[in-house]
């Protein structure tokens, strides 16, 4: 496994959260380069890597060194693609996972209204999925700082797409968001 430690220098000392995670390498292709940053900042900043890679199979402990708990990580793998995973709460997880694990995981997660406006409709589909199903609400709200579990079935992907809409009418998509190394999603 690779022993990587990696730090940010955006903020002065240690971080004072608990967003620690180990950043996991579940792909066929190989990470070249990696970036954590606080989701209220838009730069990425320096590569956590440094001058290593992340190869498939391998992991590597990631350590911010700012307090922030909600961050955006961003990968680039060997030939130039990208992904990213915006507003992820690495106070409530231990690992996050690029690519599925053999047989998969549990994409099931608690989705928490962290956005100041009622939630009126809620669709959650994994990410290969071709419609976006029901809506999670049925007829009840979900409150600012309230939330709901989301049940989905084990095994198949571990990326899910999600559809808020507003009780004011506006409507919010982010698609490929990875729960399997979450328990809680904290939607904005």
């Avoid at 589909?125 to 976006?132: A, F, Q």
């Avoid at 700082?145 to 998509?173: F, H, M, N, Q």
């Amino acid at each position: 496994m690779l022993g990587l430690a990696a730090g940010l220098l955006l903020g002065a000392g240690p971080a004072a959260a608990q967003n620690r995670f180990s950043l996991i390498n579940n792909t066929g292709q190989t990470i070249e380069r990696a970036y954590v940053s606080p989701s209220r900042v838009n730069s990425w900043g320096s590569d956590v890597l440094g001058n290593g890679v992340l190869p498939p199979g391998h992991s590597t402990w990631i350590v911010p060194q700012f307090g922030d708990c909600v961050l955006d990580v961003r990968v680039v793998f060997q030939g130039g693609a990208a992904e990213e995973r915006r507003q992820v709460n690495a106070c409530s997880l231990s690992r996050i996972v690029w690519g599925s694990a053999p047989g998969g995981g549990d994409p099931s997660f608690q989705f928490v209204n962290q956005a100041g406006v009622t939630v009126h409709e809620l669709y959650v589909s994994l990410s290969s999925d071709s419609n976006w199903g029901r809506d999670r609400l049925g007829n009840a709200t979900l409150a600012p700082g309230t939330g709901v579990w989301v049940s989905l079935p084990s095994g198949k992907v571990c990326t899910v797409d999600i559809r808020v809409v507003y009780t004011d009418g506006r409507a919010v998509e982010r698609r490929g968001v990875e729960t399997c190394s979450a328990q809680a999603l904290n939607f904005r």
